[in-house]
């Protein structure tokens, strides 16, 4: 029992140096509270929407397969220690343990549970969604002399409520 | 069994004993790190023909420490979206288990202090093995919890590919260090570090175990520390910051100290699993363990430096195929590899021959597996439709 108290006194110590730094910080750090500060950083692009709650289901997968391996992990580790004493025993109950979980293994790899990147197609072009291909852009963006020609040589005529075509300027979202 | 020093039962010495370890270990960690982040950025620099940091101290090795007071006099502010309490704890989730973990390395022999004999060696719990484990693990939950709270795309991103990362080389690390508690036989640090002594490299577990554990759990511990080429966690072109972008001030610090403190434990953890400890050669017949250790950190921290400097990044899907399809396979089948040499020679190449034959199961199920996610076969509809255009 008394092997558990270092490991307690070092915890301590890492306990109280942790709240002695949050303290010295609160003491010395200055306080100036702006708005754009605050904000969540997007390389200085004022955020449209709130960050996203939703993320890939294949995450959750893999932490649900992971537990798969923990378990079987956490069983290894008393075996181990033990294997002097179980020797055939030992492996064949191992490798027989090993095995199903393999087996459940190959059975989601062939599932294609672990496959990450965008969905393949076996024929035509190589997967990517057309309307993000290079060719697409291209041409969804023309040069400048097709503008020149759309425009055509006349300035354009004011906007019914005077101000120029295009887009208003974006208003900065209030917090 | 154990630390000798608990003989006579707690006495107003080994209390002091004790006391003096426990702050030298805590020196230890925060020294090293101060030290590695400026080794790091030293090595890489000269690898990539620089200077370097060389103004702050002599040759700039005070560097590190320059920055970290400038950061305890930054504000730490909270972003407005974030959630106060879990934003404000993370960073101490993730510090306090990377700097206890180092207290059950062994860094060789035992003194003698006042007739009392202790190891160098903070603790030495029966369950060393999995403190290690559970010191990795527990990081996960600083990285989640800081990229959650700090509602923000980029640390969400980060937040989520880390811990998907995390779990994911766990299971290798699980595997391969299972490999060194087979042939020791126990989950005492001390006790594995006493199984590879005698005979210098032929003892040492990278050989006992032939190699291939112990390149899938160097493989692993990379990943796990999320260093180069594994740190998609931060990956700038994609994330800008991951996880820790919004962190600021003595939090951001912390991250900072927690990732380098991991490195150096990991790497004494290296030392000790695989590569004897402080095993080495007597000189003039003296022991000298502390030196062969940390001579030995050493040669891995570079190795870290140098495999930062060299390798470029991986995708994340090739990050989770490596993990999944290879390494945890491999790390299984070597198991009971290792496990049958460990019985007699026939039962070692029986479990070689099943694990080939399961490699091969394996294979036919990886490919079939990318069947399974194509959509359909034959040319892509919306290609000839554009031809048509």
Do not use: C
């Amino acid at each position: 029992m008394e092997q558990y108290l270092p490991i307690v006194l070092l915890l301590a110590l890492v306990v109280g140096f942790s709240v002695a730094s949050a303290i010295g910080s609160r003491l010395l750090a200055p306080k100036r509270r702006t708005g754009a500060k605050e904000g969540p950083y997007e390389s200085g692009i004022v955020p449209r929407y709130s960050p996203a709650a939703r993320f890939p289901v294949r995450f959750y997968l893999v932490a649900m397969i992971f537990i798969i391996f923990d378990i079987e992990v956490v069983f290894l580790y008393p075996w181990a220690v033990m294997y002097r004493q179980l020797w055939t025993f030992g492996l064949a109950e191992m490798a027989a343990f090993a095995i199903v979980v393999f087996i459940a293994f190959a059975y989601l790899v062939s599932n294609g549970a672990l496959d990450w990147g965008p969905r393949q197609r076996t024929g035509g072009r190589p997967p990517a969604d057309l309307a993000r291909s290079t060719a697409a852009t291209v041409r969804r963006v023309p040069r400048p002399e097709e503008l020149i020609e759309r425009a055509g040589p006349e300035p354009r005529p004011l906007e019914p409520d005077g101000a120029p075509g295009g887009a208003p300027p974006r208003q900065a979202q209030p917090a | 069994m154990g630390d000798p020093v608990f003989a006579h039962g707690l006495t107003l010495a080994v209390w002091l004993i004790l006391l003096v370890k426990t702050v030298a270990v805590f020196v230890i960690v925060l020294v090293s790190v101060l030290f590695m982040v400026m080794y790091e950025r030293k090595a890489v620099a000269r690898l990539g023909v620089r200077w370097g940091p060389n103004r702050a101290g002599p040759n700039g090795w005070l560097q590190s420490l320059a920055d970290g007071t400038k950061l305890l006099f930054k504000e730490a502010f909270t972003p407005r979206s974030a959630d106060r309490l879990v934003y404000k704890v993370a960073p101490y989730l993730m510090l306090v288990p990377a700097l206890i973990a180092f207290a059950i390395v062994p860094i060789g022999g035992t003194v003698t202090v006042a007739h009392n004999t202790t190891e160098l060696q903070l603790a030495d719990p029966p369950w060393g093995i999995l403190f290690m484990l559970m010191a990795s693990g527990l990081a996960v939950y600083g990285v989640i919890l800081a990229g959650w709270s700090s509602r923000s795309k980029y640390s969400l991103l980060g937040a989520v590919r880390a811990s998907a990362q995390m779990i994911s080389y766990e299971a290798v690390l699980g595997l391969t260090t299972a490999t060194v508690v087979l042939v020791t036989g126990s989950l005492r640090t001390s006790s594995i570090v006493a199984a590879q002594h005698g005979g210098f490299l032929y003892h040492w577990n990278v050989i006992h175990t032939a190699l291939i554990p112990f390149a899938l759990f160097a493989v692993a511990i990379t990943a796990e520390m999320t260093r180069p080429p594994f740190d998609l966690v931060e990956a700038e072109e994609e994330l800008s910051g991951g996880y820790m972008i919004e962190y600021a001030s003595v939090d951001f610090a912390w991250f900072y100290l927690s990732e380098y403190a991991a490195l150096v434990t990991n790497s004494a953890f290296i030392v000790t699993l695989w590569f004897g400890g402080p095993d080495g050669p007597r000189i003039t017949g003296h022991s000298i363990g502390p030196f062969w250790f940390f001579l030995k950190l050493l040669i891995i921290l570079f190795v870290f430096v140098w495999i930062r400097a060299t390798l470029p990044r991986l995708r994340y899907d090739q990050l989770m195929e490596l993990g999944w399809k290879r390494l945890i396979p491999a790390a299984l089948i070597m198991l009971m590899v290792v496990a049958g040499f460990q019985i007699n020679r026939e039962w070692g190449f029986v479990a070689i021959g099943a694990g080939l034959v399961l490699a091969g199961v394996l294979w036919r199920a990886i490919d079939v597996g990318r069947g399974a996610t194509v959509v359909e076969s034959g040319p892509d509809p919306r290609v000839a439709q554009e031809a048509e255009q």
